[in-house]
């Protein structure tokens, strides 16, 4: 193929299946064939997707070559005028200290280095140079590992913010381009090393299976993810529509679903909508594989109201009394000081002020709201504070008599579980002040005596 016609095939899928007019564009760069070509088709192209180039190159420090790659990349962007990025990474470090494995630490830590980059230069679209013979290593990888539709459908053309328009092209065709066009470019001999699983598919289980039972096969199994790709996209799809159908609330935090409509769905679209609920939810940082929703799906059929399900980190699904939650964990372990005459702001969008007030003509009966109180400030002892509930919390409600928990309030009052760790608590060192939006402790009630009052009161912008 020659170098118009491959222009012409990149600039479609760069436009159509990566969605990248005038779009502000950052090429990950190796410095190798397939990044190099990568960023010369951006430049070759771009006056037609009229948007910005950038590119960034991670130094690994695994190679004795690594810094020649840098000043390679460096060079060619400073020729090509583009601005450039270089960052150096541990790699060694960080896969001994997480317990990985070089491959898949390197690619942690490049992606996250690269999406910072991205961040910080207000890029839109990260570029990948993954082409058609990657697609067809992938697929086959992915189904030698066990895999669904997913794994079959291999790599996308976009996902998220990552574009590889390369997808359409095989390793011979940008080949091909860098000659006819005598653009160099760095060898990496890390490459040639069959001790990583991608290289030895590559190197060793491709050319086997091509010379003993397909000579087509690297297109057999491009054929097979393209397939894949249009099931997956139909149920991806169809999922949406169910997961929007069967969603009961959803905030930054949390999104929470209705298990009898969940179980209204094919088998097949419950395992999709949960995917696609985990993904929204963490903008994509978790992409839960099928042992993951397996997981969910049983604790779901043993319907064990209180079960928490770990979702790689921060994240969890929690199974209450006729939903399921998927939520930040981070967002509802909270604990803040109040400043007074002043508040305390939490990032879901509420704040608790705390403001002193004179007295006179105060009747906390008549004033106080579900969302305001008026407290004794001489009961206050200590700083004023507002957390999320915890496990053996204990008050004492206004009006009744005796202390009391605050999970079996919770319980009295019928309050999901999902909803507990949402409520603040306002306290101070003699204990729990008020529970907000739902009752003031004894202790710090109004009295006649009271000379001295601290209103709080509760504000949510989501209200």
């Known amino acids: 193929m020659n170098s118009g016609k491959i222009e012409d095939q990149f600039l479609t899928a760069l436009l159509e299946k990566c969605g990248a007019a005038e779009q502000r564009i950052l090429v990950a760069l190796s410095g190798g064939p397939d990044s190099v070509a990568l960023l010369h088709l951006l430049v070759a192209t771009q006056k037609l997707w009229q948007g910005q180039l950038f590119a960034a190159h991670i130094n690994h420090k695994l190679r004795a070559a690594a810094e020649d790659d840098a000043l390679f990349c460096s060079k060619l962007c400073e020729h090509l005028q583009i601005p450039f990025f270089t960052e150096k990474v541990d790699v060694r470090d960080f896969s001994a200290n997480e317990k990985l494995s070089i491959e898949t630490a390197a690619r942690e830590l490049r992606y996250e280095t690269l999406d910072r980059i991205l961040r910080e230069q207000k890029c839109n679209l990260l570029a990948l140079g993954h082409h058609a013979d990657d697609q067809a290593e992938t697929t086959l990888g992915n189904l030698l590992r066990g895999t669904g539709l997913r794994g079959l459908a291999g790599m996308p053309y976009k996902f998220g913010n990552r574009i590889r328009p390369l997808l359409g092209l095989s390793q011979n065709d940008l080949l091909d381009f860098l000659k006819e066009q005598q653009i160099s470019y760095r060898k990496d001999e890390s490459n040639l090393d069959t001790q990583f699983k991608r290289n030895k598919i590559r190197h060793k289980l491709?050319?086997?299976?091509?010379?003993?039972?397909?000579?087509q096969i690297s297109d057999a199994l491009n054929k097979l993810s393209q397939i894949s790709n249009h099931a997956e996209d139909y149920l991806v799809s169809e999922a949406g529509k169910a997961l929007q159908a069967m969603t009961i609330e959803e905030t930054e935090f949390k999104i929470v679903l209705d298990i009898e409509r969940f179980w209204s769905y094919f088998d097949i679209l419950q395992k999709y909508a949960l995917r696609l609920a985990i993904e929204k939810l963490t903008s994509n940082q978790i992409r839960p594989n099928y042992?993951?929703?397996?997981?969910?799906?049983?604790?779901?059929?043993?319907?064990?109201?209180?079960?928490?399900?770990?979702?790689?980190?921060?994240?969890?699904?929690?199974?209450?009394?006729e939903v399921i939650v998927f939520r930040a964990t981070t967002a509802f372990n909270f604990d803040m000081h109040v400043e007074m005459d002043g508040f305390a702001e939490h990032k879901d969008g509420w704040k608790i002020t705390a403001t002193?007030?004179?007295?006179?003509?105060?009747?906390?009966?008549?004033?106080?709201?579900?969302?305001?109180?008026?407290?004794?400030?001489?009961?206050?002892?200590?700083?004023?504070?507002?957390?999320?509930?915890?496990?053996?919390?204990?008050?004492?409600?206004?009006?009744?008599?005796?202390?009391?928990?605050?999970?079996?309030?919770?319980?009295?009052?019928?309050?999901?579980?999902?909803?507990?760790?949402?409520?603040?608590?306002?306290?101070?060192?003699?204990?729990?002040?008020?529970?907000?939006?739902?009752?003031?402790?004894?202790?710090?009630?109004?009295?006649?005596?009271?000379?001295?009052?601290?209103?709080?009161?509760?504000?949510?912008?989501?209200?």
């Not at 491709?206 to 000579?215: A, D, G």
């Not at 739902?438 to 709080?456: A, G, M, Q, Y």
């Open 291 to 321: 042992s993951d929703l397996e997981r969910i799906e049983t604790s779901l059929k043993t319907n064990k109201i209180g079960t928490q399900i770990p979702l790689h980190g921060k994240w969890e699904a929690l199974i209450d009394r």
């Open 356 to 463: 002193r007030i004179d007295s006179a003509g105060i009747d906390p009966r008549n004033q106080a709201t579900r969302f305001s109180q008026f407290t004794d400030n001489t009961k206050i002892k200590g700083r004023i504070r507002v957390r999320s509930f915890r496990k053996g919390d204990f008050f004492y409600p206004l009006g009744l008599k005796g202390k009391k928990s605050i999970s079996d309030y919770f319980t009295d009052r019928k309050v999901a579980l999902y909803k507990r760790k949402e409520i603040p608590i306002v306290y101070c060192d003699t204990g729990i002040i008020w529970i907000v939006g739902h009752h003031l402790d004894e202790r710090f009630k109004v009295t006649s005596h009271t000379n001295s009052i601290i209103k709080f009161e509760f504000k949510d912008k989501n209200l």
């Open 206 to 215: 491709l050319p086997y299976l091509q010379q003993e039972y397909n000579p």
